[in-house]
């Protein structure tokens, strides 16, 4: 208190020395108030009149409470600061990097080493993150166990209780009255020739019954039989046909492998040499696989919505589709490759005219064309299975007259785009025969 009154005492002589007298009592009483003020609002203390001593208006002058504002504007962009920084970890730890590097920028334009003035409560490379993967984990067993659990229940009910009962009473007769056979034979031509898995596990979703009947080891080992051939005659390391089929690479058959070629081409000059043409060339690939092991294959400036309809069967009418067929490989790099040999469908032969057989002079010669397919399987964003890159393309051309090949190898390049599988509702809406 001694201090800040000699402080103010020594304030008012030097405005006395330095100022005009009236300016000294302006600036008097100008504190005055200020102190008085400041009392009254001080909580606590009623407005009594009582005048606190001139060295509390000294304590709160303009220049301390210009510092006061700053310091608290700076802790407000601060804490602003800290709360941008800690969305954008959040939104980085879902996935979402746009958005976490929008919010980093935020962060560090208010303040820019934030990074270094957070107070972690928790890791940020996630507890939630590894919360997130034990529960996965725990819900991956409990889904193991599903199997094993609703078998129990049916086996510790009584044995009048059929594998699936009515929700409500019905009139008719039910399906639960067929027996353990025909229910399984019902199955099987759910999934049909066309291997439509998915609507075996849509199916497995109406009660426990079903659920163990689409969980079924035969169902699941003739189809990775009929995609895999006598190669999968083994099931390690795999600890079930059905995990089998979810994790080994395979080719897709409920769809299309589509690709989109774009290129400008340069075209002849005019007549009159001042310019010349440029022609933007567009065109789409379609590849389409049965579980049987054929392929079809074409290539048109069509667009899909008129050319997937045509490829639902194989007995299509459209001249330009190549067929052959395919196999799986896996090399040594764990990388599972495709190689198709596809030609032309064989046309019929126009019958002989007599009076035309005089005119040919040269018979034209006989030649068949096929094309060799390299394509390697990957996998694309969520979906699996569902990118094909070209590594090799090839026409063997054959006489037969004299049985010799020629063979010519096309250079993959830019026109060699991917193909990305679309899936096609209509190629698994009803069923051929059975699995």
Not at 247 to 263: L, M, N, Q
Not at 304 to 312: D, E, F, G, H, N
Not at 320 to 339: C, M, P, W
Not at 359 to 365: D, E, L, N, S, Y
């Amino acid at each position: 208190m001694a201090e800040g009154e000699e402080d103010c005492h020594s304030d008012l002589v030097r405005t006395d020395d330095n100022e005009r007298p009236g300016d000294a009592n302006l600036q008097a009483e100008l504190q005055m108030f200020r102190a008085q003020w400041m009392f009254e609002l001080a909580p606590g203390v009623s407005s009594s009149g009582l005048e606190p001593p001139p060295c509390k208006a000294s304590s709160k002058g303009p220049g301390v409470k210009s510092v006061d504002a700053r310091r608290t504007q700076e802790i407000a962009k601060e804490e602003k600061a800290k709360e941008l920084f800690l969305k954008a970890v959040e939104e980085e730890q879902n996935g979402a990097l746009y958005e976490a590097i929008k919010f980093y920028r935020l962060a560090m334009q208010l303040v820019p080493d934030i990074e270094f003035k957070i107070t972690y409560t928790r890791s940020p490379d996630g507890d939630g993150v590894g919360n997130r993967c034990v529960e996965d984990n725990k819900e991956e067993d409990k889904m193991a166990d599903l199997l094993s659990d609703f078998q129990q229940q049916l086996a510790l009910q009584e044995s009048s209780v059929k594998l699936c009962q009515p929700e409500v009473d019905v009139s008719q007769t039910h399906i639960s009255v067929l027996p353990m056979e025909v229910l399984m034979y019902i199955f099987r031509w759910v999934v049909s020739s066309d291997l439509d898995l998915r609507s075996l596990e849509q199916l497995s979703l109406v009660c426990r019954g079903f659920y163990i009947c689409a969980r079924d080891p035969e169902i699941w080992h003739q189809v990775c039989l009929k995609i895999w051939g006598r190669s999968c005659n083994k099931l390690v390391p795999y600890t079930s046909w059905r995990e089998m089929f979810l994790e080994r690479p395979r080719v897709r058959f409920d769809g299309v492998y589509i690709s989109k070629t774009k290129y400008i081409r340069q075209g002849e000059q005019s007549l009159d040499g001042f310019y010349r043409a440029w022609h933007q060339v567009e065109y789409y690939r379609y590849l389409r696989f049965f579980p049987d092991g054929q392929v079809m294959m074409l290539t048109t400036p069509e667009d899909p919505q008129s050319i997937v309809p045509r490829l639902r069967t194989k007995n299509t009418r459209t001249d330009a589709i190549l067929l052959g067929h395919y196999r799986l490989s896996q090399e040594t790099d764990n990388q599972t490759k495709v190689f198709a040999v596809i030609m032309k469908k064989k046309e019929e032969k126009p019958i002989d005219c007599p009076k035309c057989r005089y005119f040919r002079r040269v018979p034209a010669q006989e030649t068949d064309y096929s094309f060799h397919v390299g394509l390697q399987l990957c996998s694309s964003g969520r979906q699996r299975f569902n990118k094909l890159v070209w590594i090799h393309h090839s026409c063997h051309i054959t006489y037969k007259s004299t049985g010799e090949t020629a063979v010519t190898t096309f250079d993959i390049d830019k026109v060699y785009t991917p193909l990305f599988f679309a899936r096609v509702k209509s190629f698994t809406s009803f069923s051929e025969k059975p699995l």
